[in-house]
C-alpha cells in the first residue's frame, strides 16, 4: 500500500504507476532553508490553502524559483494538526477534477511546518518558533484563509464580541481571536526590529485587505489606548513603506472531501484515506479534492518582497484592478449565480450544484442572470474577459459532476449577500438611462425564490432545515403564519427593507411588486416553486 508521508515517498515508481506526481525538490533541503529564512507563514490551513495557495508555491519549488516553504498556522480547531497534518508529514495529496471525469493527482509538499497558535499556552514550542518566525527579518508575508468571518471583531448588535473585549483588555501577551493573534505577531515584529512584511488577506470577500487593516489597526489602537502596547506600534502599521494589506481575489471551488475520491484513491492502493469530522465539525482529510479552475488576483503591494507567484498562474496588478475583478465575479459572473442556484435548489430538493445544471430550468434561470441581465452592466477588468469567464462558469464549473458543492452550503448567509450579489446590477440598471431595471425578470425571480425558501417549506410540501444565517429568526418572524396556498403574507417587509438590498428601494423602481408577485405564485401550493419557474424562464 502506498503510504502518504515522507518514508513513503521513497518508493517513487509506485507513485508513478498510480498515477500521482511527486515533489520534484529536496523536501529537506527546503525545510532546513525555511527554518533559517522563513518567508511566508499561513494562517487558517484549510482546503483552499492546501488545495490551491501551497500548490502554487510547489510550482515555484519545483522550477527551482523559491527555496523555502510555506509555515501553516492554525488558530481554531487545533485537532486538525494531529489527524491531517502531523501523520503524513505536512504532506497532501491533491486531487483536481474535471468535468470531463479526468482526474489530476498531485502530493503537495510546500508546506514545511504546521504550528499551533494557542498563545495562551506559555512556553509552547508551536508559539515560541511562531513568535521567532515574525521576529526575523526575512519574513515577507502572512497570508490568511480564515474565511470572512474571522474578521469580524463585533456581534450582530454592534458590540464587540465578548472574546475580543477579552482580548483588548488583556493584551498582546495571550490573544485569542484571529486577529488578535496577528495583531500580537506584529507587535513582536514591531519591538524586534521594525522589520516590513506585508499581510494578504487570500479570504473570498470584498475588499478583504481593507477589512483584515481594519480589525488589526482596531485591536492594535485599543492596545494602546489601553497603555498595553508602545504608541509607535499603531504608526507602524499604517506605514506603508513597512506594513502593507494588499486586496486579493481569490476563486476556487474546493468543497469537503469527497467518498467517491476517497474510494478512487483506496483503490489506487494508497492507505489511510479516511475523511475526518472533527469535534468542531471541520471536515477534512489528507486529500483535497478541488476543480481545476483557479484564480488568485493579488494588488502588487509588498514591503519586504514576495515569492515569483507569477510563475505559477497567480496575477499581480493594481487595486483598481483587483476591484474590477472582484466586482465582475460577486456581482455579475459568478455570485449571483451561485445564490439563484442554492434557494432555488433547496427547494427543489437539489442536494448538487451540478444536478441542478442538468435541469433545464434552472440551467435556463442562471444563464439569464448571467448573459442577459448581467453582462450588459459587467465591470469589464480587462485582464479577464467577462464572458470568458462566465463561459468557463456555466460550462464547466457549476456542471462539474465530480465537485460534491452543495446548495445547502451555498445558501448560508444569504441575508448577508443579496445586496452585493442582485442589488449592484440593480443599480447598474438604475444609474442607465438606457436600461430599466423593472424589465429584469431572472435576478427579482432569485429574490422571490429566497423568499419562499425563507417559509423552510420545499416545493413539496415538506419542512427542510434551512442553512445558517444571522438574520434568519427576524426574516423568519416576518413570514410567520405563511402558509402554502395563501394569497397574501408580510414578504413585503422583507422586501421593504433596503439594507438588504445594497439601498436599493425595490418598490420605487418598480421591483418590489414584481417579486412580491412572484412569490406569491411559489406560495400558490405543491409545485408551485417549478410551474413558477418554467412560467418565467421560457
Known sequence: MLQLNREGLSDKAAWEAAGIELPQFDLDAVANNTKI???????????????????????????????TGIIAVKTFDFEVIDQVFKPYDNLTLLVLMSASGEFKKNVVGSITEILGADMNRRGDVDVDRLIEVFENPSLQMASFTITEK?????????????VVEKDLANGPDQPVHVMSIAASLAYRRYLKGQYPMTFVSMDNCSRNGDKLKDS???????????????????????????????????????????????????????????????????????????????????????????PALEEAGIIFTDRETVNKIETMKVTTCLNPLHTALAVSGCLLGYTLIADEMKDDTLRRFV??????????????PGII???????????????????????????????????????????????????????????????????????????????FT????????????????????DRSSNVRKILEDDKLFGGVRLYEIGLGGKIESMFHEMLAGPGAVRSTLEKYMK
Open 37 to 67: 529564512k522563513p518567508q511566508w507563514v499561513h494562517i487558517g490551513a484549510g482546503n483552499i490553502f492546501r488545495g490551491f495557495v501551497a500548490n502554487a508555491h510547489q510550482k515555484l519549488l519545483n522550477s527551482g524559483k523559491a527555496d
Open 150 to 162: 474571522g474578521y469580524a471583531l463585533n456581534g450582530p448588535d454592534g458590540n464587540y464580541l465578548p
Open 216 to 306: 488589526v489597526l482596531t485591536i492594535a489602537k485599543g492596545w494602546a489606548g489601553n497603555g498595553l502596547v508602545e504608541e509607535g506600534f499603531v504608526k507602524y502599521l499604517q506605514d506603508e513603506n513597512k506594513i502593507s494589506f494588499p486586496l486579493s481575489m481569490i476563486d476556487k471551488i474546493t468543497p469537503r472531501p469527497s467518498e467517491k475520491v476517497q474510494s478512487a484513491l483506496t483503490g489506487l492502493g494508497l492507505s489511510g484515506m479516511e475523511i475526518i469530522v472533527t469535534p468542531k465539525n471541520t471536515y477534512t482529510a489528507p486529500f483535497v479534492n478541488a476543480e481545476i479552475s483557479e484564480y488568485l488576483v493579488i494588488e502588487d503591494k509588498f514591503t519586504n518582497g514576495r
Open 367 to 380: 444563464e439569464i442572470i448571467g448573459y442577459r441581465e448581467g453582462l450588459p452592466v459587467v465591470v469589464d
Open 385 to 463: 474577459h467577462p464572458r470568458q469567464f462566465l463561459d468557463e462558469v456555466l460550462q464547466e464549473r457549476f456542471a462539474n459532476p465530480y465537485i460534491p458543492d452543495t446548495p445547502q452550503r451555498i445558501a448560508t448567509d444569504t441575508s448577508q449577500k443579496v445586496g452585493i450579489r442582485f442589488g449592484e446590477t440593480i443599480k447598474s440598471y438604475i444609474r442607465r438611462d438606457d436600461l430599466n431595471p423593472a424589465d429584469l425578470t431572472a435576478i427579482p425571480l432569485a429574490i422571490a425564490a429566497w423568499c419562499r425558501y425563507l417559509l423552510g417549506v420545499n416545493d413539496r410540501g415538506d419542512s
Open 466 to 485: 434551512l442553512s445558517p444565517d444571522p438574520l434568519l429568526d427576524t426574516l423568519q418572524g416576518h413570514l410567520q403564519g405563511t402558509a402554502l396556498g
